[in-house]
């Protein structure tokens, strides 16, 4: 699975669309972006995940560029429970084994 | 929450000593997998399970193993235990394992301290 390198944190205010980017650029045609949270030492959670196109939905955009190389999560109206590490995961759409391999990730604050 | 569960929430050991962390997947998932999270380490993957068979293995230690049961509930087994064992253990499962546009549920996780 391709490296993924992000920002160690971010500042957001609250209500204003929080921005977070992700550098794959090793990312491989079959590869897919995944975004999940981890919010104060709780389990880790799924927001959305995309191969090319941007997506969408009820948590998150993931805008990918069209070379693929980088992303942006973008939470649009950023609040304080949003305040967690957020782990950007390449990982290839095929094969026996889902598994996560998880980097350092984002620490995002939102402040009101 | 996200349907899997895990116990106990938190664990007091001793060095040397022998713990078994238990596991139930949500409804109808069939992988589970297993994360370490410490301090110096981040999220590491442990190892997985599908339908109770070994799928994929990770930075297991040899004291360490695993097992999924025909109910499909997992546990983990952590033996001799040593200080650096202390961290959050997180299970997960999934739908099918392959990992194929498939998400991942956590659960809260078991917090071990090993003393």
């Known amino acids: 699975d391709a490296k993924t390198t992000q920002p160690t944190s971010m500042d957001c205010a609250e209500g204003r669309a929080a921005n977070l980017p992700c550098n794959h650029s090793?990312?491989?045609?079959?590869?897919?972006v995944y975004w999940y949270r981890q919010i104060h030492s709780q389990g880790p959670q799924y927001i959305i995940h995309?191969?090319?196109n941007n997506e969408t939905n009820e948590m998150a955009s993931l805008i990918i560029t069209e070379d693929r190389k980088s992303s942006t999560l973008i939470l649009p109206h950023a609040t304080l429970r949003d305040t967690a590490v957020y782990y950007c995961i390449v990982r290839v759409a095929t094969g026996n084994t889902g598994k996560l391999i998880f980097g350092q990730g984002t620490t995002l604050q939102v402040k009101p | 929450d996200s349907g899997v569960t895990q116990t106990p929430k938190h664990l007091i050991t001793a060095t040397g000593q022998r713990v078994t962390l238990r596991c139930s997947p949500r409804?109808?998932?069939?992988?589970v997998y297993w994360y370490q999270q410490s301090l110096d380490q981040g999220l590491q993957f442990l190892i997985q399970y599908y339908n109770g068979e070994e799928r994929a293995k990770g930075n297991i230690l040899e004291r360490f193993s695993a097992q999924q049961f025909p109910d499909l509930h997992s546990e983990l087994n952590l033996s001799s235990l040593e200080l650096g064992d202390s961290a959050l253990y997180f299970c997960?499962?999934?739908?099918?394992?392959?990992?194929?546009?498939?998400?991942?549920?956590f659960g809260p996780g078991t917090r071990l301290l090993v003393l």
């Open positions: 409804s109808g998932d069939l992988s």
């Open positions: 090793t990312i491989s045609g079959n590869e897919y």
């Open positions: 995309g191969l090319k």
């Open positions: 997960a499962s999934s739908v099918s394992g392959t990992g194929i546009q498939e998400t991942q549920y």
